[in-house]
């Protein structure tokens, strides 16, 4: 199981292990250009094609996407659709792709929303990229954190009905083996395009300790040198989860 950062010093290497991604500032994007805003959504999945690319370069072991948030059904239908059509493209061109650089592909939120044809593809292409190891790519869709964090409740609950009567038992370990991602380390860097400065009910469980780096440049501008800008500002930072700095050195020593 992950290493919990609220308990133990995750191994911390100079490239970000994990990176999880707030793709935002697709609509600003076309809005600039006098575009439809879905113009940028279209042209934000060639910035996943580069991410996806720079990230199995760099050595980075899980891509985390937030592609689409439970609260983005409230945006115009138009937009809903458009955004649909591009998960069943991406699904159906992209995967001969993600087999070529050894990607694992899954996808994680509440998919019983999505039309039958869109759920049957997210399962053939986890199932197609299923032996791949290089990079786990994870994409975000209809996904929430609190969600996430209620659905782990349910679970523990179903398997542990005992903890009913005695809460006391109940620990970290306990509710996050059944979040969507227990099977990943807790992202170490945070990225949010489009200049906006939050965490939008992304990950919130796993966030705890990770690094947050935010970025003007809009999704369809964020290209694999923004990227690398983003490693490296990274690099330098002191993740102390808590301690401090003379307590880490001893730690990184020992
Ligand atoms: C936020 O920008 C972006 C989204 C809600 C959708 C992200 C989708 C993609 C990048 C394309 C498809 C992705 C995959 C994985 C195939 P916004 O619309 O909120 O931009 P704004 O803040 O400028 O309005």
């Known amino acids: ?66 592609a689409f948030s439970s609260e983005n059904w409230r945006r115009p239908a138009d937009e809903v659709s458009l955004l649909m059509r591009l998960f ?41 990229t299923a032996h791949n190891d290089q990079l786990h790519l994870t994409i975000a869709a209809n996904y929430g954190g609190r969600w996430d964090i209620l659905q782990a409740m349910k679970k523990m609950m179903l398997a542990h009905p005992e903890y009913g009567a005695d809460p006391g038992r109940i620990d970290e370990s306990a509710l996050s083996e059944h979040l969507s991602m227990s099977w990943a380390p807790e992202p170490d860097l945070f990225i949010r395009t489009g200049g906006e400065q939050r965490v939008s009910n992304f990950l919130i469980w796993q966030l705890a300790y990770t690094e947050l780096f935010f970025s003007d440049c809009y999704w369809p501008d964020f290209s694999a040198e923004e990227l690398k800008n983003a490693f490296e500002w990274y690099r330098h930072r002191e993740r102390r989860f808590g301690r401090t700095s003379a307590q880490l050195q001893s730690h990184t020593t020992s």
């Open 1 to 66: 199981m992950a290493i919990s950062s609220t308990i133990d010093i995750p191994v911390i290497s100079e490239v970000p292990k994990h990176v999880a991604i707030i793709m935002d500032g697709n609509g600003r994007w076309a809005a600039k250009r006098f575009l439809p805003r879905t113009a940028g959504h279209a042209r934000g999945v060639q910035s996943v094609r580069a991410a996806v690319e720079t990230c199995g370069k760099m050595g980075v072991r899980y891509l985390t996407l937030f």
């Open 88 to 128: 069943v493209q991406a699904l159906e061109r992209e995967v001969s792709r993600l087999l070529d650089q050894g990607v694992r592909l899954r996808v994680i939120g509440d998919l019983s929303a999505f039309e039958p044809k869109l759920q049957e593809l997210i399962v053939q292409a986890q199932a197609k």
